[in-house]
């Protein structure tokens, strides 16, 4: 992050030490920034109440008191974990004593142990842990789960309500602790992907409790720097964007990496970033704050029987109709918390009957391939007026990107690979909100744009040998990856594995991958193209017919990366981590699971899957 030098003359610093603190702000990103601010507030508030009074012998502290308070977090991306840390950083400005702790680094065994504790979990797929929360899962729901009477609890469960079993995992986990006995002491709060304001709530909810708990309930101490918001930033004052006050970017260049005959349309998308503040590393993504189709936006309000001028109480006040559906709501995905605000509008008892818990699988079929706009004409509301409507829905979701450029090699710009979601569905075309807007929609107009760092999706600190496997758009990190390494001359072997279709349409920045292949960089390059034989052939197929070399490669400290669909490549090329581990290690299934969690552990096995 920015910083001004700070002069020894005008601070109580003297030269070397105004240079250090100088150099360290500078090499802190945000989070880390707001961890250390929360922590040195949390020093002077312990050493303001000990310049009040000393005593000769401090009296018994509760076990409450004494006991830390433990914060693990289960995250894929990484904002379990930011909000982890903000609320340790709280607690210990508040004098608390509290530790966040990755799920994959805590020993289960440990729980019994615990007075105080807190689990920030998002919720992977359908209704599954991250990768990092996978053992804690399944340690408390398995038979050595111990009795945990005496222990405090809260539970911050992170999901996106488009999905049907939404906060799954955070649900599981605070059912379960209370099955075991536990005391719930702040109830589970449920964010969706406007997470913000609710968890910055939960925060100081949860601060409060446990202060409480501890025998110490006063306010915040007046020496306490306020913390940021749980968007994880503070007002920077113009400095570096945020999800909250974004960077309005310009686009550069908008090139289709696809040839003529492709079933696919990927778009190479570039973005100036120039004086922006932006900075990122290989394996974070870019936040686009998209804007709605104005032709979606004109038909949903003719829908309603609206007129786009009408005046609406939005997020940020009274505007109209076209603007809060254009740029503040979501108006195209379709879940069944909408049905259900909808359905209690509309008083229809057909669409309540849908709603009925035995009917889940016919509301899914109707879910499946509508929009929004398809219930508003299957069960019209005569009198809902756009007023009313704007008040049923959720705030217009950010979609995140992964970076397929290396900001060291590129400062000025960032680089995408975005799929445009075009198809038809039950008579309507359809198309993704923020892939057409970067596709069709972004030659005239600017994009806002910020950082979502992900600490789980890393090159490794040397130059150890790397393994990415991303076929289709999953490529795009990697690119980034090989920019990085490029750049800093670094001596780490670099094998990637590409999937696509075709050979001639569908090799997504082959000349890349060829210059790096000519120049040494890239030491070896397997490529699956589906649909150029008559036997369908995926990156799994060609990680298991590169098994001896592969294993060897891993035995020998290489990192492993996958990238890409989580519903059927990323658990198809597990299976074949697996079962070349166990082929070629000589190891049971147990053996090789156990093997790749280890590497897991070890942050040698890393993914972004979505």
């Not at 689990?119 to 929360?133: K, L, Q, R």
């Not at 109480?313 to 076209?322: F, H, I």
């Not at 070399?549 to 990323?570: K, Q, T």
């Not at 053996?591 to 040698?604: F, I, M, T």
Request: aromatic residues 8%.
């Amino acid at each position: 992050m920015k910083a001004v030098t700070i002069d020894e003359h005008s601070s109580p610093l003297d030269a070397q030490q105004a240079a250090q603190l100088t150099t360290l702000i500078q090499s802190l990103n945000p989070t880390q920034a707001t961890w250390i601010s929360g922590y040195l507030a949390g020093l002077n508030a312990q050493a303001a109440v000990g310049e009040v009074a000393q005593p000769a012998a401090a009296p018994a502290a509760s076990a409450a008191a004494s006991a830390p308070l433990t914060v693990l977090y289960g995250s894929q991306t990484g904002n379990a974990e930011d909000i982890a840390e903000q609320l340790v950083a709280r607690a210990e400005a508040q004098g608390l004593t509290a530790r966040a702790i990755d799920m994959l680094d805590y020993k289960p065994r440990d729980l019994k142990k615990e007075q105080n504790l807190v689990i920030c979990v998002s919720t992977h797929g359908e209704g599954d842990p991250p990768d990092n929360a996978e053992e804690l899962h399944e340690f408390v729901f398995g038979k050595k789960a111990p009795k945990l009477e005496g222990l405090n609890f809260s539970v911050l469960a992170f999901g996106d309500s488009s999905y049907e079993h939404f906060c799954q995992t955070g649900r599981d986990f605070d059912a379960q602790l209370e099955k075991l006995g536990a005391n719930r002491i702040v109830d589970r709060v449920d964010l969706d992907v406007d997470f913000d304001d609710a968890a910055e709530a939960w925060i100081g909810d949860v601060v409060a409790k446990f202060k409480a708990e501890a025998g110490s309930g006063e306010a915040e101490h007046a020496n306490v720097t306020p913390m940021p918001g749980a968007a994880g930033q503070a007002d920077t004052g113009g400095q570096a964007p945020t999800r909250k006050n974004p960077y309005q970017a310009e686009l550069l260049t908008n090139v289709v990496l696809n040839g003529r005959g492709s079933d696919k349309e990927v778009h190479h998308i570039e973005l100036d970033t120039e004086d922006s503040g932006l900075v990122w590393e290989p394996g974070d993504s870019l936040g686009i704050i998209p804007a709605n189709d104005p032709q979606v936006v004109k038909e949903l309000i003719a829908a309603l029987g609206a007129r786009a001028e009408d005046e609406v109480t939005g997020l940020d006040g009274e505007v109209s109709l076209s603007h809060a559906l254009t740029h503040q709501y979501e108006i195209t995905t379709l879940t069944r918390p909408f049905i259900e605000k909808y359905a209690e509008r509309a008083g229809s008892e057909q669409l309540n009957a849908l709603l009925a818990e035995d009917r889940r699988e016919q509301l899914a079929e109707y879910i499946d391939g509508r929009f929004i706009i398809d219930l508003v004409e299957d069960y019209p509301v005569a009198d809902m007026t756009g007023a009313d409507f704007v008040r049923l829905l959720r705030k217009l979701p950010p979609r995140l990107y992964s970076i397929a450029s290396s900001h060291a090699a590129n400062p000025d710009e960032v680089h995408l690979t975005v799929a445009a979601v075009r198809y038809q569905t039950h008579g309507r075309d359809r198309h993704g909100v923020a892939s057409i807007q970067l596709a069709d929609r972004s030659e005239d107009s600017s994009v806002a744009v910020y950082i979502d760092h992900n600490k789980n999706f890393k090159l490794p600190a040397d130059d150890a040998p790397i393994i990415m496997v991303g076929p289709g758009t999953g490529i795009a990190p990697f690119r980034a990856f090989m920019e990085e390494r490029e750049e800093r001359e670094a001596s780490g072997r670099n094998w990637v594995f590409f999937g696509a279709q075709h050979f001639r349409t569908d090799f997504y920045y082959q000349t890349d991958w060829l210059r790096w292949r000519e120049a040494g960089l890239l030491t070896r390059m397997d490529v699956a193209f589906s649909r150029d034989q008559a036997e369908k052939v995926y990156v799994q197929d060609k990680i298991r017919a590169a098994g001896a070399e592969l294993f060897n490669w891993i035995e020998s400290g290489a990192s492993l990366y996958v990238c890409g669909d989580a519903n059927a490549m990323a658990a198809d090329v597990h299976d074949a981590l697996l079962a070349i581990i166990g082929e070629h290690g000589g190891l049971d299934a147990e053996g090789a699971a156990g093997y790749l969690k280890n590497l897991q552990k070890e942050k040698r096995y890393q993914r972004d899957v979505y």
